[in-house]
């Protein structure tokens, strides 16, 4: 069983960094399992690494599609076990890193066996959202599967619209990730998880949104915009949606900045919830001592 070195984490807490340093210290490279940082173009808004990062070790699994083109955790499996294969292959250590569970969770565990997709449902769901608002089907979600909801924001109709699409088969999203947990591993990993005191985290996370704004997200949302215009992509990573609205003068470019904060500080929370509930994660504060993390990782099976 071919095996992999995981650091996940919430948003801001280090995990790019950490990734390279155990790369290099390792003999790997680094395998990105973030559902944000697989669009092109959009690289200030997620975070991606930097070319000065991408030059210190090789990455994979970056700049995979276009804004508003689909890509769900089955498609980005297959594309991540070959990619791990590859860099396994050459006598490599994958490290992969990034904070969207639900692609770790594929990784690790297997796709979730989930109802197939029911079209007339989704329209109809999609039609009550346009009519009451995404708020109200939002709270429709949190009677069916209150987990499923508090995971979920209300803004988020493409994850709110599945999960109730799921609960109308007679069973619940939480339900069926909870079971998944426990499926076979498909790979030996050793999966450490960045835990900074929240205050540092939260410190960590307004720097890095006000860093974006004036980094260039303004621009990479001129450029959504004007490929877009009046309907852009509905599942654009945080962040792209106000800068969006603040270059077109709909709000102020400080409040713009204070919602991505509030949003980037609700995904970190959820980001730590998902990490805590699943099994084998090692937590780290730091200070991380990169090089104790590569020794392990030469001495796992």
Known sequence: MTFVAVIAGPT?????????DLALRAGGEVVSA???????????GTAKPTPA????????????????????AARWCVLADAAIAEVAGRGRLPVVVGGTGLYLRALLHGVVEAPGRDRALRARLEADAARLGRAALHRRLAEADPEAAA?????DLVRVVRALEIAAGGRTQSALFAAHRF?????????????????????????????MFAGGIL???RALHARFRAAPPPKLPIGYAEAMACIRGEIPLAEAVRRVQVAHRRYARRQVI???????????????DVEALAGSCRTAP
């Open 12 to 20: 801001a807490s280090g995990k790019t960094r950490l990734a390279i």
């Open 151 to 155: 995971r979920i924001r209300p803004n």
């Open 183 to 211: 499926a076979e591993d498909r790979y030996a990993a050793r999966i450490w998880s960045l835990d900074p005191p929240r205050a540092e985290l939260h410190r960590r996370i307004d720097a890095r949104v006000e860093a």
């Open 34 to 44: 973030d559902s944000q940082q697989i669009y092109r173009g959009l690289d200030v």
């Open 274 to 288: 998902w990490l805590r509930r699943e099994k084998g994660v090692a937590w780290l504060a730091p200070p991380v």
């Open 53 to 72: 990062e991408r030059a210190e070790v090789p990455h994979h699994l970056l700049d995979l599609v276009e804004p508003g083109e689909g890509m769900d």
């Open 219 to 221: 621009d990479e949302a």
